[in-house]
């Protein structure tokens, strides 16, 4: 049976598998091989992030089309708006992408940060909302206040009594300074009783960062009502903590929400009309259907949304109030798709073209030699128990000294001939072969860093799906291991027999070899590290066109490498004269040698850091 590397469970019908080619189901479907190919003959080399907006589009579309559905199910009266939380991906080249793909539904930004505000005010179209999140000085209330000034719809949530009062005294000096000014929308973050599940559960509940107490909740009210400032209070958020496994939880902080949301009112909040439920949508990153991580569809999420809303709304005899969204994961994971040239098979040196058999071998070499030639389908599992054996008693000969270095050269390979042949060979799901596959595992390096790509991978244990984007109507057989190239033992992803990850056993000096890494698109990128100096890989983006071609833009290449020691404070100016002088001094050389050493030299620093090849055309 071939593999479909768990397509079906996290693909969400954004990529399809047709004889060896993954395609990109979109347009005129495209393989991510020839896509990958078109942008490695411009002369980019290592990995590279593949952006889709359109899927971008899809999330989105799917978010506000599933809230409007189930807002004329149910007849709920409240609004739905939704922002995109920065802090999840603040590229250019994917928020330039989602404002525009975004255009029609008034969607917006959260900003958690005064940069990301800063974007947040340059980005968000005039009418969409912006919210404010975070720990806010009285700088970062400022540029709200500007914000509000220049026509933003902005709210700020306050995490805490000190921000209410940083805001009455920015509005002070307001007052003080204009005649005639806005104040932005305020919103209270409220400390949830509930809390969240999972990885990122801290972001709710009673010992959670941030909100406000019941106590607090009610001393910020009398504080705005003396301050005459009721009218801009507009909004009471939460979120529960992202990566949301369970419904059950959200289900709860909504309850919460809503009747705080309703006592206020009743207490006078009259400008109140928003409940923020934050973000938290989840996404299917699994392979394999026993770890499957979402126990929801959005249009439950969304069902239950509405519903509770409504219902404590009429139980409380309130409006109904307009519900804000910020998910983050949900929108942007999904669009990028990281490629990845494999540039070794570390087994690979174990070639019949390597063996330096003897005129005499020590026997249980020669008998080694007779099972690897004589082994077929019927005597495989035997003749591969045999060879195990073998080998273990033929590695304490070598320490005994009775054997020498090179037959425990030919014992390597030929052991590891055989178990190759007998995995071809044996039957599809024999516990044994499984066991087997499991135990010699193959490792592959490839040509990226998990630190920067896959950082959640490496912090959290978070998986992402992957899979080869060739041969794929040929059964992988090889149970793998990755590497990546930084100089650091956790840049592995390790075997998982729970989630078996196969690839194909290919010579990479003859076929190129690429794996894709998928849902990448959230928190990856910005958290990514520049460990061992690898920076964020070569990027584009891949549009479609009416006619559903597709076209390449926005290609922007990792880091050269002067630049990366730029970055880091380097002196490159001291640097570069260093590395100059050094070789205009050398004595070992003639001048024009130097000049051609120079002009190496040159061209290397000018490359991004990624390894160019290993084998001829690679890398
Ligand atoms: C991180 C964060 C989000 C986004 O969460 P996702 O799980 O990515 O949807 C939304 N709101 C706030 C306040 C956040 O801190």
Request: aromatic share 10%; net charge negative.
């Amino acid at each position: 049976m071939k593999d479909d590397y768990g397509l079906s469970i996290w693909g969400e019908n954004n990529f399809e598998i047709k004889g060896d080619d993954v395609l990109v189901s979109y347009g005129k479907k495209p393989t991510l091989l020839q896509i990958t190919k078109e942008i490695r003959e411009k002369g980019y080399k290592g990995p590279i992030l593949l952006r889709f907006p359109h899927l971008i589009k899809k999330q989105i579309d799917l978010l506000f089309s599933e809230f409007k559905r189930a807002s004329s199910e149910f007849n709920y009266k409240g609004a739905f708006k939704a922002v995109f939380p920065l802090k999840v991906n603040q590229f250019p080249n994917f928020i330039n992408e989602l404002i525009e793909v975004s255009n029609g539904h008034n969607y917006g930004l959260e900003a958690g940060s005064k940069a990301e505000l800063i974007i947040a005010m340059a980005k968000t179209p005039m009418g969409a909302p912006i919210t404010v999140n975070g720990f806010k000085d009285k700088e970062m209330i400022a540029l709200c206040f500007i914000a509000a000034n220049s026509g933003h719809d902005i709210t700020i949530t306050i995490e805490g009594l000190n921000e209410l009062k940083t805001i009455l005294e920015v509005n002070r000096e307001f007052q003080q300074e204009f005649n005639s000014y806005v104040t932005p929308k305020i919103g209270m973050r409220i400390r949830l009783h509930s809390s969240g599940i999972g990885a990122w559960a801290k972001s709710g509940g009673y010992s959670s960062k941030f909100g406000l107490t019941s106590t607090e909740l009610l001393e910020a009210f009398d504080i705005l009502k003396s301050n005459h400032l009721l009218d801009r209070f507009y909004m009471i958020h939460f979120h529960i903590g992202s990566q949301m496994e369970e419904i059950g939880p959200l289900k709860k902080a909504l309850r919460e929400a809503g009747n705080i949301y309703a006592d206020l009112k009743k207490r006078g909040a009259t400008a109140l009309n928003a409940i923020n439920i934050g973000g938290g949508l989840a996404v299917e990153y699994s392979q394999v259907p026993k770890s499957k991580s979402r126990n929801y569809s959005i249009k439950e999420f969304a069902n239950d949304v509405i519903f509770l809303m409504q219902e404590i709304a009429k139980n409380k005899g309130v409006k109904e109030p307009d519900i804000f969204t910020e998910s983050g994961r949900f929108i942007a994971a999904s669009h990028s798709v990281l490629i990845a040239p494999v540039l070794e098979l570390f087994s690979q040196e174990y070639h019949e073209k390597s063996l330096r058999l003897k005129e005499k071998n020590p026997p249980l070499i020669e008998e080694l030699y007779d099972l690897y030639t004589s082994i077929n389908r019927q005597n495989a599992t035997e003749y591969l128990h045999d060879a195990i054996d073998h080998l273990e008693s033929l590695l304490t000969l070598f320490d005994l000294g009775y054997i020498d270095l090179e037959d425990r050269s030919n014992t390597e390979i030929l052991v590891n001939l055989i178990i190759k042949k007998a995995i071809s060979l044996l039957a599809e799901d024999s516990k044994e072969l499984v066991r087997l596959q499991n135990k010699f595992q193959e490792k592959y390096l490839v040509n990226f860093s998990i630190f920067q790509s896959l950082p959640d991978f490496w912090g959290l244990g978070q998986t992402f799906p992957i899979m080869p984007i060739s041969n794929l109507s040929k059964k992988a057989t090889q149970a793998a291991s990755i590497w990546d190239i930084t100089c650091d033992s956790d840049g592995e992803i390790a075997f998982n027999e729970n989630a078996p990850l196969k690839l194909h056993d290919i010579d990479v000096s003859k076929e190129e070899y690429f794996l894709a890494f998928f849902l990448t698109g959230a928190y990856q990128e910005i958290l990514g590290m520049r460990h061992n100096l690898f920076t964020h890989p070569t990027e584009a983006t891949i549009k479609f066109d009416k006619d559903g071609n597709y076209k390449i833009e926005n290609i922007l290449e990792a880091q050269n490498i002067m630049d990366i020691l730029e970055d880091i404070d380097y002196d490159i100016g001291a640097i570069d004269k260093k590395l100059k002088s050094n070789i205009e001094e050398s004595t070992l050389i003639d001048e024009t040698q130097k000049h051609i050493l120079l002009g190496k030299l040159y061209l290397y620093l000018s490359e991004n850091s990624y390894l160019k090849t290993i084998q001829a055309t690679k890398g």
